[in-house]
C-alpha cells in the first residue's frame, strides 16, 4: 500500500543502514534496528515505516520461511510499466555502478517504505539458497505469456545470480524477459565459460557504469544484447511536467526531440527517443527496449541534473 507520508529525517540515512545489514546477512543487526523503528511509533497503522518494519521482522524471525513480507514480482497495471516486474536493492546490487550513482532514480522509491523492504526482502532471497527456491516458486507461477522486467531497481549481482535468472529464463521459455543492465563483467565471465543464453532474454546495456569502452564492445557482440540505453541530461520543464510520458502531448515532442539532438552529439547511426511509458512507446503493444526491429538501435531517456 502506497502513502504519501514524508518518511522521517533519518529515513535515508537509516535506509541505508538496513539495506547495508540485509546484503551483507547481518541479520541479527538488521532486525535490531527493525526493532527499534517499530518501537518508535505505532506499528498498527498500516503504510508506515513501522508497519512495514514490524512485518519484515517478523518473517526474519520465522528464518524467512512461508509468505513473503511483499508479492517477490508485481503484476503490471499501467500504462508506463505493464509487465511483471522484478526489484532488488540499487546500489548494494549493482557491482557494475560508477556516474549512474548520482542521478539513480531507484532511492526515490525509498520514500515509499513499501517499495524500499520489497527491494530488500528479494535481495536477501537471492542471497539465500532456499530462498532462491522462494523466488522461483514465484517465478513460476507467472501466467503464460507474459513480459517480465527484470530488474526494475537493482542488478544481477554476482555470477551466480546471472546464471540463476538465465536458467530461469530457459525454463521460461514461454515468457518475454528484457531488462538493462550495468554487470558487464558478469555477463563476460558467463560467455567466457560457454554459456548458453536464453533466446527469450533480451538485454540493453544501460549506461552510466564503471566500465570502459572496450568492455563495452566485448558485451555489445553477446547474442542476448539488444543495445545500448541510454540516459541524456535535457531540460528539467520536461520531467517536472511529466507531459513527455503522453505521445499526444505537445510536450512529448518537444522533449523528445531534445532528447534526440543530446543523442545526435554523442553517437552515430539509428536512434529512438523513449517516451517513459513502456505500454505505449511503439505501435501494437511493442516495446522498443525488447523489440527485434531495434536491435542496435541506440535508446535514450532524458534525465535532469
Known amino acids: ?52 518494519a514490524r512485518r519484515f521482522r517478523l518473517w526474519l524471525a520465522g528464518g524467512m520461511a512461508g509468505e513473503t513480507p511483499f508479492s517477490i514480482f508485481r503484476a503490471g497495471g499501467n500504462k508506463k510499466l505493464p509487465f511483471f516486474t522484478f526489484s532488488s536493492l540499487p546500489g548494494f546490487d549493482c557491482p557494475g555502478k560508477g556516474d ?11 520514500r515509499y517504505p513499501a517499495a524500499f523492504f520489497r527491494q530488500l526482502q528479494n535481495s536477501m532471497l537471492l542471497r539465500a539458497k532456499h530462498g532462491r527456491q ?24 554476482s555470477a551466480s545470480a546471472l546464471r540463476y535468472w538465465m536458467k530461469a529464463c530457459r525454463e521460461r521459455n514461454d515468457l518475454r524477459v528484457y531488462g538493462y543492465s550495468k554487470s558487464w563483467n558478469l555477463f563476460l565471465q558467463l560467455e567466457k565459460a560457454q554459456f548458453a543464453w536464453p533466446e527469450n532474454y533480451t538485454l540493453n546495456l544501460s549506461s552510466g557504469s564503471k566500465y570502459g569502452k572496450e568492455t563495452g564492445k566485448r558485451i555489445a557482440r553477446l547474442p542476448c544484447v539488444r543495445g545500448d540505453f541510454i540516459a541524456v541530461p535535457v531540460a528539467q ?36 527517443a523513449c517516451p517513459g511509458n513502456c505500454g505505449n512507446c511503439m505501435p501494437n503493444k511493442e516495446h522498443a527496449c525488447d523489440s527485434e526491429i531495434m536491435a542496435g538501435v541506440t535508446i535514450a531517456i532524458g534525465i535532469h541534473g
Open 1 to 52: 500500500m502506497k502513502t504519501k507520508q514524508k518518511p522521517p529525517k533519518v529515513a535515508r540515512k537509516l535506509a541505508l543502514a538496513l539495506a547495508k545489514a540485509g546484503a551483507t546477512g547481518q541479520v541479527k543487526k538488521l532486525a535490531a534496528m527493525l526493532q527499534a523503528i517499530e518501537s518508535a511509533g505505532d506499528p498498527g497503522k498500516r503504510g508506515t515505516w513501522e508497519y512495514y
Open 100 to 110: 549512474c550513482l548520482s542521478w539513480c532514480y531507484s532511492f526515490k522509491a525509498w
Open 134 to 157: 522462494i523466488v522461483l516458486k514465484a517465478w513460476r507461477e507467472i501466467p503464460a505469456g507474459r513480459t517480465v522486467r527484470l530488474y526494475v531497481d537493482g542488478d544481477f549481482y
Open 237 to 272: 520543464k520536461h520531467v517536472a511536467n511529466k507531459a513527455y510520458q503522453d505521445k499526444a502531448n505537445p510536450g512529448s515532442k518537444e522533449y523528445r526531440r531534445e532528447v534526440l539532438q543530446r543523442l545526435k552529439e554523442i553517437t552515430t547511426g539509428k536512434r529512438f
